[in-house]
């Protein structure tokens, strides 16, 4: 497989397939470490000091050191999303990582953190995604336990994440959602997500134990401005047989209609008005604010 775009690693900025971390890095050897995962609109990294802001609350967690400031990073990734060559939009994964050290957990072992930049072409999802939505399945895999790898943490040890994708996939699901530990629903493994009941999007509380998305914070912006009521509550898999819609949101995913949960269809089986409204308003308030944040940087 062809590695497309452009990685930096630690000051060093080559091609994907080029690219390597040393296998002493605890981010390899133990997933210690925190990243995070934007997207350009009009070439600009969206959202990027909310993005920054939840990497070092992240970091805080794992008392993870980020030796670098915000417009440092930004203009690393601006420098990697050079070096990646022509593409009209830009995926970024930020990683920062305890750094190399001996085989043992001790901090004072791994002195300098690492930090690993991924730049490649953005994938926009399928257009039949938002035409006639996805089918996602309800996994009996649980989120991860807050007293355990806190899921505020959005950590580089995904295996809680990737062992539910995994079961969605053998159930036919292209996401899969998952519950906590009390039985309550938390969120998907790589989404947040979202069902409507009476003209309002619902969406798991925080509590529930679930890493707080950005744009799922930013969906309570964009409803307020649309009209449209966004808010928390506790939710069980029982409410998911009164959805008159469902959707996901992420960052790569933007909202992604759900028009099937297992072999239960949503709603009519199409993606629903407040779904497409909520996505309209979205994608609007993206470019908006991309398109702000272009002016006042060439100002």
């Given at each position: 497989?062809?590695?497309?775009?452009?990685?930096?690693?630690?000051?060093?900025?080559?091609?994907?397939?080029?690219?390597?971390?040393?296998?002493?890095?605890?981010?390899?050897?133990?997933?210690?470490g925190v990243y995070e995962t934007l997207r350009t609109y009009r070439r600009v990294p969206f959202l990027y000091?909310?993005?920054?802001?939840?990497?070092?609350?992240?970091?805080?967690?794992?008392?993870?050191?980020?030796?670098?400031?915000?417009?440092q990073l930004?203009?690393?990734?601006?420098?990697?999303?050079?070096?990646?060559?022509?593409?009209?939009?830009?995926?970024?994964r930020v990683l920062l990582t305890r750094?190399?050290?001996e085989l043992n957990y001790d901090p004072k072992s791994t002195p300098k953190p690492s930090l690993i930049i991924i730049v490649k072409p953005f994938e926009e999802p399928p257009a039949r995604v938002f035409s006639e939505g996805i089918r996602i399945s309800l996994v009996p895999i649980l989120r991860n336990h807050p007293g355990s790898v806190n899921p505020l943490i959005k950590s580089n040890n995904l295996l809680n994440n990737v062992l539910a994708m995994q079961e969605a996939y053998r159930r036919g699901g292209e996401e899969g959602l998952m519950c906590n530990y009390r039985g309550e629903l938390s969120e998907c493994s790589q989404s947040n997500f979202f069902m409507v009941r009476?003209?309002?999007?619902?969406?798991?509380?925080?509590q529930a134990g679930l890493?707080?998305?950005?744009?799922?914070?930013?969906?309570?912006?964009?409803?307020?401005?649309?009209?449209?009521?966004?808010?928390d509550e506790t939710l069980v898999p029982d409410?998911?047989?009164?959805?008159?819609?469902?959707?996901?949101?992420s960052t790569t995913r933007e909202l992604?209609?759900?028009?099937?949960?297992?072999?239960?269809?949503?709603?009519?089986?199409?993606?629903?008005?407040?779904?497409?409204?909520?996505?309209?308003?979205?994608?609007?308030?993206?470019i908006e604010l991309s398109a702000r944040s272009a002016t006042l940087k060439t100002a």
């Open positions: 497989m062809a590695l497309r775009g452009a990685v930096y690693v630690n000051g060093t900025i080559k091609p994907a397939h080029e690219a390597t971390v040393p296998v002493y890095d605890h981010g390899f050897l133990y997933g210690e000091e909310r993005h920054v802001q939840r990497l070092r609350r992240s970091a805080k967690h794992l008392e993870l050191d980020v030796p670098f400031t915000d417009p930004e203009a690393w990734i601006a420098d990697t999303v050079a070096a990646a060559g022509d593409m009209d939009e830009a995926y970024i750094g190399v050290g009476g003209g309002v999007a619902l969406t798991p509380r925080s890493l707080e998305g950005i744009t799922r914070a930013f969906l309570f912006e964009v409803g307020r401005d649309a009209g449209i009521e966004v808010r409410d998911l047989q009164t959805a008159e819609e469902a959707f996901i949101t992604s209609p759900v028009t099937r949960i297992d072999d239960r269809t949503v709603g009519n089986g199409k993606p629903g008005p407040v779904t497409m409204k909520l996505l309209e308003g979205y994608r609007g308030k993206a």
